[in-house]
């Protein structure tokens, strides 16, 4: 039996907030393999502003539902379906287009459960900023515990993730910031040292550090923030990149890369979805994290919630340079 709930789609790419419409969609049928999911949260990441912009890696047939994704509690199950119930509180698999009320997808690609206790909206958020935090510490260099990391953007989600799985994991961070007055934010996240970008930085991290050699940077912004980041690393040292938040080029001199030996390398959750990860390990590191949240171990600064009525003021808000937290989406909270 199929129902008209409420959904997100865009039918062409531009400025996200001219191409999101607001729709009547009826849900797909529930095959014997299926589950529904009453979607409870949805975030909005700065990647799916780059799909509706036509800007993203990946885009998907048009028309199409934004949102790759978002937490909901199964509805109703197909005949076969034996790992979830109606009741359980679940991940919604990637990319299934989480911005609408109801989505079917199959059961077996169910692979996080949540406790019904816990804030729906923080784990929400779980499947792609905190696995990128997690790639960004566990797959680019060898980490122990003392080490010192360093990241600019520390101020976003993966930012705040980054900031608590190190502190998890024994590490030590400097979160390099694009403005003045988050010192108190930084703290609160989990972060060791908050430093306003500069030029400068490579000195003040080193006074801040006490000379403590880094062999990570993670950069989200690119631009000449990536040489920024270049000059407070050790010798040998790698900057991950994931993000273009400055939309330039990553800048390194070359008397880094070849005297210093510093590496530039990129870092995309996606790839790693898809390409270099077996379903045992992604049900491992989900698992993993999703303990953390619902532990209250791992969070992210919620700035908004918006129902899916508000789509054009949500994706707005979301797209603001100076945000401290996420904007996410309440499909089910229409009334």
Same mark, same amino acid.
């Given at each position: 039996m199929t129902a008209t709930k409420k959904a997100v789609q865009f039918s062409r790419t531009?400025?996200?907030? #001219?191409?999101?419409?607001? @729709? !009547?969609? =009826?849900? $797909?049928?529930?095959? #014997?393999?299926?589950?529904? @999911? !009453?979607? =409870?949260? $949805?975030?909005?990441?700065?990647?799916?502003?780059?799909?509706?912009?036509?800007?993203?890696?990946?885009?998907?047939?048009?028309?199409?539902?934004?949102?790759?994704?978002?937490?909901?509690?199964?509805?109703?199950?197909?005949k076969n379906v034996t790992n979830v119930k109606v009741g359980d509180r679940v991940m919604i698999p990637p990319y299934s287009g989480t911005w609408r009320q109801q989505v079917v997808v199959k059961a077996s690609d169910i692979a996080v459960m949540f406790p019904e206790e816990g804030d729906p909206v923080q784990m929400a958020m779980i499947m792609a900023n905190p696995p990128t935090a997690w790639l960004l510490l566990k797959s680019v260099v060898d980490l122990e515990p003392g080490d010192w990391v360093i990241q600019n953007a520390g101020n976003s989600a993966v930012g705040q993730y980054v900031m608590q799985l190190a502190g998890i994991y024994g590490l030590k961070t400097v979160n390099v910031v694009r403005r003045e007055g988050l010192e108190d934010f930084v703290t609160a996240a989990g972060g060791d040292v908050c430093a306003v970008d500069g030029p400068d930085l490579g000195e003040r991290v080193k006074a801040a550090t006490g000379g403590a050699p880094i062999k990570l940077a993670i950069d989200a912004v690119a631009g000449e923030a990536t040489q920024h980041l270049a000059d407070c690393l050790a010798d040998g040292g790698t900057i991950a990149n994931y993000g273009l938040l400055s939309k330039q080029p990553c800048q390194v001199w070359p008397d880094d890369i070849i005297f210093r030996e510093i590496t530039l390398t990129g870092v995309w959750l996606t790839l790693w979805l898809r390409k270099y990860s077996t379903p045992e390990e992604r049900h491992a590191v989900y698992s993993e994290l999703a303990g953390y949240i619902a532990e209250g171990r791992m969070h992210a600064a919620v700035e908004a919630t918006y129902p899916l009525s508000q789509i054009k003021e949500a994706v707005t808000h979301a797209a603001r340079g100076e945000r401290n937290g996420k904007v996410i989406l309440l499909p089910n909270s229409e009334g």
């Open positions: 531009g400025n996200p907030a #001219d191409v999101v419409e607001y @729709i !009547d969609m =009826e849900t $797909a049928p529930v095959g #014997d393999d299926d589950a529904l @999911i !009453d979607v =409870e949260a $949805a975030a909005i990441n700065p990647s799916h502003l780059l799909t509706l912009s036509g800007s993203y890696g990946v885009q998907p047939e048009l028309p199409a539902v934004p949102g790759a994704e978002g937490i909901g509690i199964i509805g109703e199950v197909g």
